[in-house]
């Protein structure tokens, strides 16, 4: 099976579940109407339960929704990503999450998080000048009890960004304690794509965004 996000900038958003030996949607994940712009997928097996559930993040809203992988049950309905960060010596962070993953080892969802001036994708009217690019690490109880703990935030190191302000892109796991990021600000914008990267997929490759398998 393949759970394949759907999401877009100021409409509805949904999960798919893909029979990939069928080659058919087998079941349609229904997101709150909250929920803005979905960009990030991930599985996670409770530990009391051993119950799955799909972790979907929204990058314009900057939510999270949490769903019974098996019913579809909306169990977390729009938690808001950013009420940790609205007061004190925190209020000026902001998070604008992006890809997303999920590590058993300590039961944390880590998301990549845009800078202020995103140089792909986000559309002008959302862009977020308060945005604070890094990672972001959002702890979960059994899947479905959120909370930022005292590392809730992972700044990005200024002197490995090249040109201006940071915007990472992607996040991921590598071996069982390490998580890295990978910073996109150094590509430059899409009108100079050609001046940093002669990517083959520039002129004739297939876009999308996020898609866990289980």
Known sequence: MLIAQYGTQGDKQCLYQINLKEKQITKTYHLPAAANDAHGIAFCKANSTGKFFLLNTNRVSATLDVLDYQTGELVVD?????????????????????????????SALYMAARGPSPVSAVKPEN???????????????????????????????????????ADVHGVRGVGPTEVWAIDQAATGSVQTYEIFSKCAAYNGGVGGDSAEMG
Do not use: H, Q
């Open 78 to 106: 729009s938690y808001n990503l950013n009420d940790r960060f609205m007061s004190g010596d925190e209020r000026m962070k902001m998070l604008m999450p992006d890809t997303i993953y999920y590590r058993a080892y300590d």
């Open 127 to 165: 862009f977020n000048p308060n945005a604070t690019a890094g990672l972001f690490k959002l702890s979960l109880t059994d899947c479905i009890d959120p909370a930022y703990g005292n590392d809730a935030f992972l700044l990005t190191e200024a002197r490995r960004v090249p040109v201006g302000s």
